[in-house]
């Protein structure tokens, strides 16, 4: 009797044993999986900024560039009508 007790007492205890052993292993796997899905969601998230801030550095400098050709351009504009200007100017004073 004592030794079918102490029979049946070691196989509880083998079975909690491995119960306990599963259960830890399966919070190691949960936390490995967390971490993964946190490390995919970090490079993401850097890589959404990373494309962010290029596009607006891009944005800027075409926007920069344009203004400033824009500005160039009008001024030559100006420079060419002020000469045309005088030249009709020195055609009309001439005529007279």
Do not use: W
Not at 2 to 15: E, G, P
């Amino acid at each position: 009797m004592v030794k079918v007790a102490c029979s049946t007492l070691h196989s509880m205890i083998v079975v909690i044993v491995l119960v306990v052993v599963v259960v830890v292993l399966l919070v190691v796997v949960v936390v490995i999986v967390l971490l993964v899905v946190v490390m995919i969601v970090v490079v993401v998230v850097v890589v959404v900024v990373v494309v962010v801030v290029v596009v607006v550095v891009v944005v800027v400098v075409v926007v920069t560039a344009a203004s400033a050709a824009f500005v160039v351009t009008s001024e030559k504009v100006v420079i060419v009508a002020k000469k045309k200007q005088l030249i009709i100017t020195d055609i009309h004073s001439s005529n007279k």
